[in-house]
Structures are given as structure tokens and as C-alpha cells.
């Protein structure tokens, strides 16, 4: 049973020569049948509610490559492949693309006091989403369904759900559960940073 063990969700994406990585938390918080595994019911729901409305935002240039679902108390409950909502889906021109570090930064807000925010880094921007060294308002209002579907609870078709959740950095480890967990209430709206969240 994976009721309450959170799951880390790892978006490996490709953006010209650079390999780039997202990580979300989910914690379950109902359990549907167990077939699928409850990793695989994650990638399913990440993929369609949360991918769907991700790709819209992003130009061509921008593919995920995988997602990998890790429950992390309980690592053979594992599911990893590539999503049906895989490609960036806003056609630039080459000349508007903006450069590989340029990103749009989501940052959510403190669920309590003892918690803290978290953000998320999102590369396959284009010069068109750049007004004046800021995210443009076209943009904004383009994230803000991703700024939404980050933030609602998850449903997977067995009935499982997953709310996502931020942890302690410290208490992040594979096969063994995080001892702090937060609900993430919402997001505002990205601003423009150069800090992509990047592989070597």
C-alpha cells in the first residue's frame, strides 16, 4: 500500500545539445487498485494533466525525453517512460528562439510557516515571451494553466490521487520516505532567470 509515501517525478528533457531535468513530489493521498503500479497510475495522470498543458507553453526545440516515477520508501514501486506529451508545441521561428539558459521560473507559495518556497525552472522559452528583461504579459497568461495544473491534485484513472507536495532537500533519499513533506497551496506567476535547471 502506497497510501501517504510520496514519489519523486523526474522529467529528463533534451533542449538543443543540453540535457535538462524538472523533479516534482507527489504524495498519495487515496489508493485505487494497485494494476498499474501506483508509479505507473503517476506517470499517467503527470502525463496527461500536467505535460498537456506544459507542452502548449513551450517551443518545437524542447522534447521530454522520459519520466521516471520513483516511489521513494518503497523503490521497486518504479515506473519510467517516455510521455505521450513529449514535444514543445509552439512552432518559433529559428530566429526568435532564446538562448538555452534563458528560463521561466515558477515559484510556489509557503505552505506554513516552517516551510519554505519552491520553484520551478522551465527552459524552451522564445524571444517573443521576453518583453524588457521580463517574462511578456502574453506569456503569463499562457502559464497560467501550467501554473494550475502543477498545482492540483493528481487522479489517475484507478482512482488513485497524489497531491503535490515540496520536501526538505536533506530528507530526499531512495528507499526511505521524506520526514518532511509540504502540500503546495499554489503558484504565481514565472518571472524570467538564466538558472535552467541543467545536467552536465
Known amino acids: 500500500m502506497a497510501f501517504n509515501e510520496v514519489y519523486q517525478v523526474k522529467m529528463k528533457q533534451t533542449y538543443f545539445t543540453q540535457d535538462l531535468l524538472n523533479v516534482f513530489y507527489y504524495r498519495q493521498n487515496a ?68 538562448p538555452s539558459f534563458i528560463c521561466a521560473s515558477f515559484k510556489s507559495a509557503r505552505a506554513g510557516a516552517g516551510s519554505r518556497a519552491s520553484f520551478k525552472r522551465f527552459a524552451g522559452l522564445a524571444e517573443v515571451d521576453i518583453d524588457d528583461n521580463s517574462i ?27 497531491t503535490p507536495v515540496q520536501v526538505t532537500s536533506a530528507t530526499v533519499k531512495v528507499g526511505f520516505s521524506p520526514v518532511v513533506n509540504y502540500t503546495i497551496q499554489n503558484w504565481f506567476d514565472p518571472t524570467l532567470s538564466t538558472q535552467v535547471s541543467r545536467k552536465p
Not at 502548449?56 to 506529451?85: F, R
Not at 503569463?140 to 490521487?161: D, E, F, N, Y
Request: charged share 10%; no cysteine.
Open 31 to 98: 489508493a485505487g487498485p494497485a494494476v498499474p503500479s501506483y508509479a505507473e497510475q503517476l506517470f499517467d495522470a503527470f502525463d496527461a494533466n500536467v505535460l498537456s498543458v506544459w507542452t502548449t507553453a513551450i517551443n518545437t526545440s524542447l522534447s521530454v525525453t522520459t519520466v521516471e516515477v520513483i516511489n521513494l520508501p518503497s523503490p521497486s514501486d518504479t515506473y519510467e517512460g517516455t510521455p505521450t506529451n513529449n514535444q514543445g508545441a509552439r512552432a518559433i521561428a529559428d530566429n526568435l528562439r532564446a
Open 136 to 162: 511578456s504579459p502574453a506569456f503569463v497568461t499562457l502559464a497560467a494553466g501550467l501554473r494550475s495544473a502543477m498545482g492540483q491534485i493528481l487522479t489517475s484513472a484507478q482512482g488513485s490521487s497524489f
